[in-house]
């Protein structure tokens, strides 16, 4: 398979996608990704339904996961997540209802 960072995702991406992003994500994110989690955070978790978020590039989004985000508790997952297991779970995050 070519090795293009392409989120074109089939069944088993997301399969695993939703497993790794139920595992590490969801208790800030919420099961929806509307940022409804267990956990509240100042600044707040962002709504991965909002256009905010989904007006950013794929790209923009992957290096998000991959190095965090400033001065939020958005950790960098590089160091535990491999780039496919990230573009998996991206690809699931973007399967959820607007
Ligand atoms: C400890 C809580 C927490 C966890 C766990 C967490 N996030 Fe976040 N996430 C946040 C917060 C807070 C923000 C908002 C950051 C900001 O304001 O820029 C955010 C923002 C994001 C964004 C939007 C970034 C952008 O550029 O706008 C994406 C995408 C995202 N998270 C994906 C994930 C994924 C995928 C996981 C699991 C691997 C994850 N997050 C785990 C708290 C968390």
Not at 13 to 30: A, F, I, S
Not at 50 to 79: C, F, Q, Y
């Amino acid at each position: 398979m070519a090795s293009t960072p392409s989120l074109a995702a089939d069944a088993q991406n997301l399969v695993r996608g939703k497993m790794l992003y139920e595992k590490y994500c969801v208790t800030c994110h919420g099961p929806q990704g509307r940022g409804d989690g267990a956990v509240q955070f100042a600044p707040p978790v962002a709504d991965l339904t909002s256009s905010d978020v989904l007006m950013k590039p794929d790209s923009r989004l992957l290096k998000s996961i991959h190095e965090g985000r400033p001065n939020t508790v958005m950790d960098a997952w590089k160091s535990k997540l491999s780039d496919e297991a990230i573009r998996d779970i991206l690809a699931y995050v973007l399967t959820f209802p607007r």
